[in-house]
């Protein structure tokens, strides 16, 4: 009958049915923690160890199984962390001593979708446990016939522990007559016998006591002790004898309880009931032993008690004791070794015929990686075998089988080597036996690359900021690209693009080191002349066709405070003392001189303030900080020196901050008087090309332009002005007059046509007429303010009130 199901969705169900399978196997993840650490205490994360979304287990409802009706871990839901949920004992989980070492084995289950991880958990043991003797008090029964060197058996210690923890040795309390002698067994347990040194004499000495310590080897080393309690006997002289004292047997795994494994015959010299023998295990038998085998008393028979499995124990020591039935027993030993015979089971096998090891990702899809074959020396369905890809569903990968037991790996998705460097295919083998064996081999493919990357940097722009005046070379900055490629794909050389600039080229003010981006400054700069550039930088591979990308370059150049303020006013040639006249008249508030400093930097560090570094009488000027302007703040008295002495200076706001000063000498008349001469030359002591010097030039011309426009208009409106009737008063009186004068307020001493200006500009602010008229001996100007209302309409009579100072009064 034909199926009526579409292809494709048969395809799509065996894809699920496939997967399914295939997530219920997992490879096993082992841990080791000592024994009995802390609940709580957390082991690993699970979650990464096993390659799960931590995200994602709360909603998957992982849990563990239990192992003995207990859970002794956990699973934080939240952060995917194995933790201890109870303590651990190993001696109670593996109370077998045959093997140091002992696993929790667990699985790991997780829903939606349902996947089963194995998880091996390593007991360490610890030393916590101190040797103990099955018997506190051993009884031993000596006849007085036994001679020196004859040995007996004691009861040995048994320490939990294991390994270095376990019994390392014995030791005997002090006597002239025994001593002991150790042995060890196949399994590395310590054995003790009791040896006989010198004869022994019942009449002198009946009963002996020794005390017998077992120690072990942890550190710090335990112990525990057995007394020995030895009564001397005088009876049987002949003992039990066995024909061999070391019998060895093989046994097959599984064979079914009840078989006989051997049987004893010990035989005594003596007759009657001191000819009669019992046969026991004796102590130096473990108890593993004695539940695996039986042995009848009076037959010797040795059977198999319990399933014996050849994975778990391969060989036993067994210790038999044949004692007679006289009334002072005497006894024989002997050892038994039984070797266990393993089943022979055979594992499906792996074998990779051919392999290529790498390919390029740009290689096409079904592309052949290996070619694999598979076999199994079993026979029937033991001898079937099927292989898969561990994690098919997430490889780019696929087995296809050619013949029979042959398989082909080839590729089924497009590579991307930037994604993933590498694979590691893990190819599992099962037969279908009942339970089926499996085998693995892993195989490891690299992907070659190709040059299909073209470097790319973090940031397409990039801002520096650089102090000016730097240092010839100084690194600015690291711009490097990232290529995902390898080798010579990968290797990246840098450039700067080329660009002028006021026809210089951007390669002679910077450089980048072609091999690691390393940005360089060429020459120092200056914020002044020059604030900011901007360029490209390219990253280009060496693979075959080169790739390449670039960004632009934003390099900002920031000021640095290294100009030192130049005091432009009052203006005196370098080093010298300007000589500033005031009238002693003068009102409080009346403006002295004005300090006017430039400083070429930019922001704070062109912020000047003025400060008196030195003054003769700190009640008598004041200095406004932000202008510069040195006023009275009273008026003078004729306590007053003649002469002040002010030192201001300018200082600017950078850091740290630089300044300049200047020293004005103070005279004050009575009448002022400025000496002026035209034809006086000042030298120029510093550079008149700097761009400061010219824009100082630039302002002083403005100055004197506006200056001589001034004296016009002064010199026309004098012209236009009728003559007065009468001749001002000449000498001190004169002085008088003028400062009792309603229509002058402001009379001072000039010192230059740059101060001059000055006081015009503030003058007229307030709303006054600035007037300077020349002394009649040409000697000098006398500057006058007047309110601007007063000036519409003063008259001759007033005009002719105006301060003069004939040459004899000068100073």
Request: proline share 5%; glycine share 4%.
């Amino acid at each position: 009958m034909r199926s009526t199901m579409d292809p494709w969705r048969r395809r799509q169900l065996g894809f699920v049915l496939l997967s399914a399978m295939w997530s219920l196997a997992s490879a096993v993840t082992r841990y080791s923690i000592p024994e009995e650490i802390p609940v709580g205490t957390v082991i690993a994360n699970i979650a990464t160890d096993l390659g799960l979304d931590t995200h994602s287990l709360l909603e998957r409802k992982v849990k563990l199984d239990y192992i003995h009706s207990k859970k002794y871990l956990e699973i934080n839901e939240n952060t995917g962390e194995l933790f201890i949920s109870e303590k651990i004992d190993r001696e109670h989980l593996c109370p077998a001593k045959t093997s140091s070492f002992c696993f929790l084995k667990m699985d790991v289950i997780i829903e939606s979708p349902i996947r089963i991880f194995n998880i091996e958990l390593e007991i360490m043991d610890i030393n916590d446990n101190a040797p103990q003797f099955r018997r506190e008090r051993i009884p031993l029964d000596i006849s007085e016939s036994a001679t020196p060197g004859e040995r007996f058996s004691l009861t040995n210690a048994v320490d939990a522990d294991v390994g270095e923890n376990s019994i390392e040795t014995y030791y005997l309390s002090d006597s002239d007559r025994f001593t002991i002698e150790i042995q060890s067994g196949s399994d590395g347990t310590k054995y003790v016998d009791l040896v006989l040194k010198a004869s022994l004499d019942r009449e002198k000495q009946a009963v002996h006591k020794l005390t017998l310590t077992a120690v072990d080897g942890g550190v710090p080393a335990r112990s525990g002790t057995a007394s020995i309690i030895i009564q001397v006997l005088d009876t049987n002289d002949n003992a039990p004898q066995f024909d061999r004292q070391v019998y060895s047997v093989d046994l097959i795994e599984n064979a079914p309880i009840g078989t006989l494994v051997m049987q004893l015959n010990a035989t005594d010299l003596d007759e009657g009931v001191n000819a009669e023998v019992i046969y026991s295990f004796t102590l130096y038998t473990s108890e593993k032993t004695q539940e695996k085998f039986s042995l009848d008393p009076n037959s010797g028979e040795i059977r198999v008690k319990d399933m014996i499995d050849f994975e778990e124990v391969k060989s036993f020591e067994m210790y038999v004791e044949a004692k007679d039935k006289a009334v002072n027993p005497l006894s024989g030993q002997c050892k038994i070794l039984v070797f266990i015979t393993d089943l022979n089971d055979n594992r499906p096998e792996i074998t990779i015929k051919s392999f290529q090891s790498s390919i390029k990702e740009i290689d096409p899809v079904g592309t052949v990686i290996a070619v694999i074959s598979v076999s199994d020396r079993d026979s029937g369905d033991n001898g079937k075998v099927d292989l898969s890809i561990h994690n098919a569903e997430i490889l780019p990968f696929a087995l296809n089988k050619s013949s029979e037991d042959f398989f082909e790996l080839i590729v089924t998705e497009s590579l991307d080597r930037e994604l993933k460097n590498s694979y590691d295919i893990t190819l599992y083998v099962t037969d279908r036996g009942t339970p089926p064996l499996t085998d693995n081999e892993t195989i490891s493919l690299t992907i070659q690359d190709v040059n299909d990357n073209a470097p790319t940097f973090p940031e397409s722009f990039y801002t520096i900021t650089l102090m000016e005046n730097n240092e010839p070379g100084a690194l600015l900055a690291s711009l490097t690209a990232h290529d995902p490629d390898l080798h010579e794909n990968q290797y990246i050389v840098y450039f700067i693009i080329e660009k002028e600039i006021a026809n210089t080229s951007m390669s002679m003010l910077f450089s980048i080191n072609p091999e690691n981006g390393n940005l360089y400054a060429l020459r120092t700069f200056d914020y002044e002349r020059e604030k900011e550039f901007l360029f490209h930088i390219e990253a280009r591979d060496s693979g075959v066709p080169p790739l390449s990308s670039n960004m632009t370059v934003h390099i900002i150049i920031l000021d640095q405070n290294d100009n030192t303020p130049l005091i432009v006013s009052p203006w005196r040639p370098q080093g010298a003392v300007i000589e500033e006249v005031i009238s002693r008249s003068s009102d409080k508030g009346s403006l002295v001189t004005k300090v006017i400093a430039l400083d070429a930097d930019s922001m704070q560090n062109s912020r000047i303030t003025y400060q008196f570094l030195q003054i003769t009488d700190t009640t008598l000027f004041s200095l406004d900080q932000y202008n510069g302007e040195i006023r009275t703040n009273r008026m003078f008295s004729y306590r007053d020196p003649r002469h002040q002495r002010l030192v201001i200076i300018a200082r600017d706001n950078g850091d740290p901050p630089r300044s300049a000063t200047v020293t004005i000498k103070i005279s004050t008349v009575e009448q002022v008087v400025t000496q002026f001469t035209e034809t006086t030359e000042v030298p120029i002591e510093y550079d008149l090309f700097t761009d400061l010097n010219l824009y100082l030039l630039i302002g002083l011309g403005s100055v004197l332009f506006l200056l001589l426009i001034i004296i016009l208009v002064i010199i026309v409106l004098k012209c236009q002005e009728p003559k007065p009737s009468q001749a001002a008063p000449q000498g001190r009186n004169s002085v008088s007059s003028q400062r009792n004068s309603s229509t002058i307020a402001d009379s001072t001493l000039i010192s230059s046509d740059a101060y001059w200006y000055s006081l015009f500009l503030a003058e007229t602010r307030k709303g006054k007429v600035v007037v300077r008229q020349p002394l009649p001996n040409g000697s000098g100007f006398i500057v006058s303010s007047i309110p601007g209302s007063a000036a519409l309409t003063e008259t001759s009579a007033s005009r002719s009130s105006t301060l003069q100072e004939s040459s004899s009064d000068l100073p």
